[in-house]
Nanobody, 129 residues
């Protein structure tokens, strides 16, 4: 069974950067998508970035495209989310997730949970203006 543990959240001023890490314990299938979601108070959960293991294909929500980068270090079993040019609208709890839906549409990429998705406990990101 896969377990996920996030770290790297914190407080930063607008325009700043943070890098989130997700340590993966257990064995993950290579034919799956993993990624990052976020949820701000009073708002729905939003998938922000996905990475299809094995293929290396990446997916990004329109709200973060060009600012966030998802990557992995397979040797360290770690997933990363580099977040640049942060704005107060990026303030949320960020969750690492495995076994998710990732696909591209004409309107942009879609990153969504499925019934079998595994979640981390979350790490808080707060961006001040």
């Amino acid at each position: 069974q896969v377990q996920l543990e996030e770290s790297g959240g914190g407080s930063v001023q607008g325009g700043g950067s943070l890098r989130l890490s997700c340590r993966v314990s257990g064995s993950m299938r290579h034919n799956q998508c993993v990624g990052w979601f976020r949820q701000a108070p009073g708002k729905e959960r939003e998938g922000v970035a996905g990475l299809f293991l094995g293929r290396g294909t990446t997916f990004y929500a329109n709200s973060v495209k060009g600012r966030f980068t998802i990557s992995q270090n397979s040797y360290e079993n770690t997933l990363y989310l580099q977040m640049n040019r942060l704005t107060p609208e990026d303030t949320a709890m960020y969750y690492c997730a495995a076994d998710i839906y990732c696909f591209s549409l004409d309107a942009g990429d879609s990153i969504a949970a499925r019934s079998s998705t595994t979640w981390g406990q979350g790490t808080q990101v707060t961006v001040s203006s």
